[in-house]
T-cell receptor, first 113, second 116 residues
């Protein structure tokens, strides 16, 4: 158990819908990262927050957004969902915004029908 | 841009065999970190090791060992006396600095199957 929690574990929804994925980092970690794992793209970095502020952005679609709240939990919002958004979404946390191990949560499996 | 190549898509071995998973990386950074993660069938990503680019010493942890060779840009992972529980997808990753922050660039992964 990495100490990073993600909810829900599974999510099934329809095209065009909007969903919110939630992540709670390990106690003491200020940085949260979101990654997407799909069959064709592999594991890809989406976005990083550190202590409430966005620090780095990767291949995140405009339909996706994220935020980190004062209690340090983070949410990833996916809207206007398409079939291709079906993937495993991981959250990771680390103490700082660089030079640290990133510990991953169990992931949220999103299925868009 | 950073790139990580895991040329072995799938490897199948029999229990107790030794197996080496290859990882080759490309980076222009002078300081970087290399990682290995394990993804068992249950799906979670388990951190195995982080190695600083300035530390080329090999590392051993139980049945696991890592060989970092900067000259060939490789960071290979060996499992000695493999066990069925080692069956998983293994990912090699490289840190990439972006605007003072850091993200991980992953290889495509190597699926290891250890048969009894």
């Amino acid at each position: 158990d990495s100490g990073v929690t993600q909810t829900p574990k599974h999510l099934i929804t329809a095209t065009g819908q909007r969903v919110t994925l939630r992540c709670s980092p390990r106690s003491g970690d200020l940085s949260v990262y979101w990654y997407q794992q799909s069959l064709d793209q592999g594991l890809q970095f989406l976005i990083q927050y550190y202590n409430g502020e966005e620090r780095a952005k990767g291949n995140i679609l405009e339909r996706f957004s994220a935020q980190q709240f004062p209690d340090l939990h983070s949410e990833l919002n996916l809207s206007s969902l398409e079939l291709g958004d079906s993937a495993l979404y991981f959250c990771a946390s680390s103490v700082a915004y660089r030079n640290n191990e990133q510990f991953f949560g169990p992931g949220t499996r999103l299925t868009v029908l | 841009a950073q790139k990580v190549t895991q040329a072995q898509t799938e490897i199948s071995v029999v229990e107790k065999e030794d197996v080496t998973l290859d990882c080759v990386y490309e980076t222009r950074d002078t300081t970087y970190y290399l990682f290995w993660y394990k993804q068992p069938p249950s799906g979670e990503l388990v951190f195995l090791i982080r190695r600083n680019s300035f530390d080329e010493q090999n590392e051993i942890s139980g049945r696991y060992s890592w060989n970092f060779q900067k000259s060939t840009s490789s960071f290979n992972f060996t499992i000695t006396a493999s066990q069925v529980v080692d069956s998983a997808v293994y990912f090699c990753a490289l840190s990439e600095l972006q605007g003072g922050s850091e993200k991980l660039v992953f290889g495509k992964g190597t699926k290891l199957t250890v048969n009894p």
